[in-house]
């Protein structure tokens, strides 16, 4: 399977400058994609297009072929953020969040370690990591055939940011999930990716 | 604001609120027939022992009379608020999440019946309906529901806009049942609060239109009746009349009022850290 | 070689929140528990931890600008002199300075030239914030400019600007790097690191480790809201040279360093364990590390491990 984007251009409504210019990209399934680029080169919003969050200006994003609008009901391409706490509903427990995931196994939970007390707790009651495992297991439900992770483990530490990372490749490599990885740790890239991509040479 | 040494005095404060005006509510409905017992043997009787706020001109027990009209009127608060803040629910929802045109049209909506006077509308829906109970429930109804519904209008359009929700559309749920979801934990404290604050309101309006003469009927025990038909007794110094009728009713919307306050607070998740 | 003056002290610092939880239940949360340390002229301090680990109170309880309903205890002392809330609302602002996180800290009404001057017009203050928008590679035409019109790493070097105007003998910087590529991130913290060059003292409140250990002197290990370790710079060449287990797993959790990932995650505040916070994930836990552990001197750092002396 194949996640591409064809000459994809954005702009923000308010006027400001041209985020994406006539960007051509692709990745394939099982795949560890790194994505470079310098701050306001739209990293964030580029992983926000290939999601469905935002429309391009001009230009399509095509899974498999087909236009990703095309897909109905649970979007095979998941994304995660980098601030956890803004991707979970305040007022709504831990367990709900997972249900919300497309039917997440039992052994994504416990390979990122999620304890099971944390999960009658409210967001605001356990820590940024905590929370974070959350948002990937609730986007590694059984449709998820892409994942795009925005800077997932830059407010974490790194003993966490290495357990998830690690977690994160063996789980993709067993579903041959595509994986699109945006990080300012270039010791990061190395380590998770196996092909790289720079916005600036697009 | 310091919250009288903390959370749990506050909680006790409104339980008590509570049950004072249940008791007020169950009280007035228990004399309901000794409200329009009249006597001429003690007529115009100022306070005394037997009957603690007087009897008017006619020997009816004034302090029977105050608490069945204030009965009354907390039934009505009670009826028209809950009409009003559903009232509001689903307009707001309506309005937000049906995208520009329904938007447009409750918003247009909101601002017409914003734009006349209160008192006015109600003057006039409660009027053409022939007045009574019927006329003030739908007259109240019809006019509170406004400011409720731009609140939950604005609250909705925000939590649309927030990550997690478009991160549950995302997740293949429904416009529906991420509402239902999603927004509901947010917005019922809010209708709460919203609910509670409308009973003060719908009193007093109450018992200003029937004051008037355009709401409930003379022949019953209404705050508005009391005070309206006092009115030519006062000048001759009949101050009792009026005085404990319109104190108890001054008391009876504060409490309402602190209630709501307190129930917001105790509510509001920003409040947390207090 | 001459003794340097310590600018900041903290000592035993300890700041709790009153909440309540569940309509009535008033709880205290002891968010930042026993944390101790100094910074010196000409030095730059690096306070690293993670999200929630309650490094941004340590700033804020320094600055005094809490939130009301936070409480703190231990001891601080700038130039030796004991700070009271009063005091440090006297300095702040002039000789202890904040670069805050948020580029939501400019007044969006305002443009970039006014903010850096505090709204001073005269002719000095005038040639003064050129010459230190220059410094920073920022020239005449970022003055006319509003917030909103600036990008990320232009906003920082900004609130940068803001805060040398006065010529500041400590700067506080919270978080001064998110949302930067690489290049811009290093280029800020080199900004910092010239501060403390020419004799200011600089704390710099960071989750980014790898970061940090490019430009500070001395590293506080920060884990579930306390100190766990104090340690120089060149001390993280060296798994053997660091002194707590945590620092340790950091290290080998590096990208650069094996990438090895110790199990167990950080917990929240609230269920920190007493003594070590980091007891339970430990793989060389006994039963005394459960109990109150000091925080003590060792080899040129400071630790909070009781087999810590023992390597």
Not at chain 1, 71 to 100: A, D, F, T
Not at chain 3, 86 to 103: H, T, W
């Amino acid at each position: 399977m194949r996640l591409e984007a064809n000459s994809i251009s954005f702009q923000y409504d308010n006027g400001n400058k041209q985020i994406l210019n006539n960007l051509n990209m692709y990745m394939d399934s099982g795949e560890r994609l790194g994505l470079i680029a310098p701050s306001g080169f739209g990293k964030t919003t580029c992983c926000k297009i290939l999601a469905g969050y935002e429309k391009p200006d001009n230009g399509e994003v095509l899974l498999d072929g087909r236009p990703l609008s095309s897909y109905k009901g649970y979007c095979p391409v998941q994304m995660i953020w980098q601030h956890p706490e803004n991707s979970v509903n305040p007022r709504l427990k831990l367990k709900e969040v997972l249900k919300e995931g497309d039917g997440v196994e039992d052994r994504v939970i416990d390979g990122l370690g999620i304890e099971p007390e944390w999960l009658n707790r409210y967001p605001s009651e356990v820590s940024g990591g905590e929370l974070q495992r959350f948002c990937i297991a609730r986007a590694l439900g059984g449709g998820t055939k892409f994942l795009l992770a925005d800077e997932i483990s830059t407010m974490l530490d790194l003993i966490t940011q290495s357990q998830i990372w690690n977690f994160l490749i063996s789980e993709v490599e067993r579903r041959e999930i595509g994986l699109l990885v945006v990080s300012h740790s270039q010791g990061l890239l190395e380590r998770v990716c196996t092909r790289k991509l720079d916005l600036r040479e697009q | 604001m310091k919250l009288w040494n903390g959370r749990k005095s506050m909680v006790c404060l409104l339980v008590l609120f509570i049950s004072l005006l249940a008791a007020v509510t169950i009280a007035g409905q228990l004399y309901k027939t000794e409200a329009l017992v009249t006597d001429f043997s003690r007529k115009n009787m100022p306070p005394c022992f037997s009957h603690p706020f007087g009897t008017d001109w006619m020997g009816r027990d004034m302090f029977a009379r105050t608490l069945t009209g204030l009965s009354m009127s907390i039934r009505i608060g009670l009826l028209t608020a809950a009409v009003s803040t559903t009232f509001a629910f689903l307009l707001g929802l309506f309005a937000a999440s049906m995208g520009k045109a329904a938007d447009g049209l409750v918003v247009g909506l909101i601002d017409l019946v914003m734009g006349i006077p209160h008192i006015l509308l109600l003057v006039l829906i409660s009027f053409a309906l022939g007045k009574g109970f019927k006329g003030v429930v739908v007259g109240i109804s019809l006019t509170h529901w406004t400011s409720l519904a731009r609140l939950i209008r604005g609250e909705v359009l925000q939590l649309k806009e927030s990550q997690y929700i478009k991160i549950a559309r995302k997740l293949g749920h429904g416009g529906f049942e991420t509402a239902l979801k999603h927004m509901t934990p947010h917005l019922i404290p809010q209708l709460l609060v919203g609910l509670v604050l409308l009973f003060p309101h719908a009193i007093l309006h109450e018992a200003s239109i029937t004051f008037l003469g355009f709401g409930l009927s003379s022949e019953q025990p209404a705050i508005g009746v009391i005070l309206s038909e006092s009115m030519k007794y006062l000048a001759m110094g009949k101050w009792w009349l009026a005085l404990f009728p319109g104190a108890f009713l001054v008391v009876v919307v504060l409490l309402f009022h602190l209630t709501g306050e307190m129930v917001g607070r105790l509510m509001d998740p920003g409040a947390l850290h207090q | 070689m001459e003794e340097k003056k310590t600018v900041l002290s903290v000592k035993n610092l300890s700041v709790s929140f009153t909440q309540y939880e569940r309509w009535i239940k008033r709880t205290t949360l002891l968010a930042v528990k026993d944390v101790s340390l100094t910074v010196r002229e000409g030095e730059l301090v690096a306070v690293v931890g993670s999200s929630g680990s309650g490094k941004s109170l340590l700033a804020h309880g320094v600055l005094g600008i809490l939130p009301y309903n936070a409480a703190w205890s231990g001891e601080i002392s700038y130039y030796g002199e004991k700070l009271t809330e009063k005091r440090m609302g006297q300095l702040r602002g002039k000789e202890i300075v904040l670069v805050p996180q948020s580029v939501s800290y400019l007044d969006p009404l305002m443009k970039a030239g006014a903010q850096i001057r505090n709204g001073k017009r005269d002719q000095g203050s005038m040639g003064e914030s050129l010459k230190t928008l220059k410094r920073y590679g920022l020239d005449e035409t970022v003055e006319k400019l509003y917030p909103f019109e600036l990008s990320g790493g232009m906003t920082r070097r900004i609130l940068i600007s803001t805060a040398v105007m006065e010529k500041p003998k400590l700067v506080i910087a919270d978080e001064p790097t998110p949302g930067l590529h690489l290049e811009a991130a290093k280029r800020v913290l080199s900004h910092f690191r010239e501060m403390a060059d020419e004799g200011a003292g600089v704390l710099l409140i960071t989750h980014d480790l790898e970061l940090a250990l490019e430009v500070a002197d001395r590293i506080v290990v920060f884990y579930a809201g306390t100190s766990v370790e104090e340690a120089s710079a060149s001390d993280f060449r060296d798994e053997r040279l660091l002194r707590h287990p945590y620092s340790k797993a950091l290290y080998m959790a590096m990208p650069d360093h094996g990438f090895c990932a110790a199990p167990g995650a950080q917990p929240y505040i609230k269920d920190r364990p007493s003594g070590c916070p980091y007891a339970p994930r430990c793989e060389r836990r006994e039963a005394k590390c459960l109990e109150k552990v000091d925080y003590v001197s060792l080899a040129g750092g400071m630790v909070r491990c009781v087999k810590a002396e023992e390597g």
